[in-house]
């Protein structure tokens, strides 16, 4: 999304990215603001509330107070960028629909675009949680905008991230260490952020990163994983849900529609039904004609865990 962002600037957009927590909506406009300092003075619009004729000339001004909610804060900032010929790109990262300043942006958005406002939203998130946003009654329109599934990356283009961007910033790196994180990342994008994050936090003043380093990053990754993605994801599956992916924990890979039909004593109707909610949800993936298997990375082994408990 940054690259994208950049893109945008290039082309004479303001750009403004966030994530979604708790006071977004406020950095959005700040950032906004800022951004467009040069374009805008959002501190100083005035306007004429007297005129006198006699026995001298004077005039009264007032400066105008700011509107009072958000979105039309935002839409006076959207309309002065639209005059000076650009326009607005808001970036959020790692999606959360349980966040009411979430569903804000997204509802006013629509409010934007049905303006005719020179404005773009890009957003990313992890398959559950952009599910969950999408059959949010209040903002049903987003299921019309362009998405793109992220599967995952090839061990060949996660090594080659992740030594790209070491040696970029002059650094060096245990290549037993890039072993051992590519494996770890197992081509899930969130992952390899966050491993690369973590490793490169932890030796911030150091130029080289050791297999050490990455063998603690990887841990602290991977309890954030378990914390953030898998106990989520689990807490959010309903009873047959959860019925269904544990009847896949049957089979070392890949599952069968015609398997799961038999062990769950349901309908090949209801199978399906709850097979597309979880494709959907990005916890199982499809395999083939009749074939799915677990998507979500450790989530196999998480379920597991949890079923013993």
Known sequence: MSSLATRAESHGWIAVKTTALPGMLEEIELGAK?????LIDPSNHFEVTGLGIAPLGSIEVSRVHD????????????????????????????????????IQLAATYQHFVTDG?????????????VSTLLNHKTVSFLRRAQQYHLGRIADYDVREAL????????????????DRAVRSISGFPFLLQLVGYRAWDLTSDSKEISSRDFDLG??????????????ATYRELTAEDKRFLIAML???????????????????????RYRRRMIDAGIIGERGRGLVAFELPFFRDYLAAQCVK
Request: no cysteine.
């Open 67 to 102: 509107a009072s909610t958000w979105r039309y804060r935002m839409s006076d900032i959207i309309d002065q960028l639209n005059e000076a010929g650009t326009g607005l790109l808001v970036t959020v990262d790692e999606v959360d629909p349980t966040l009411n300043e979430m």
């Open 34 to 38: 800022r951004a467009a300092g040069h």
């Open 117 to 129: 406002k020179r404005v773009a939203l890009l957003m990313a998130g992890l398959p559950n949680n």
């Open 163 to 178: 030594i790209r961007t070491i040696q970029e910033n002059d650094r060096l790196a245990d290549a037993e260490g890039i």
């Open 250 to 272: 049957d089979d070392e890979e890949e599952s069968t529609t015609a398997d799961l039909v038999e062990r769950l004593k349901r309908s090949p109707q209801q199978v399906s």
């Open 218 to 231: 990887i841990k602290i990754a991977r309890d954030e994983m378990d914390d953030r993605i898998l106990a």
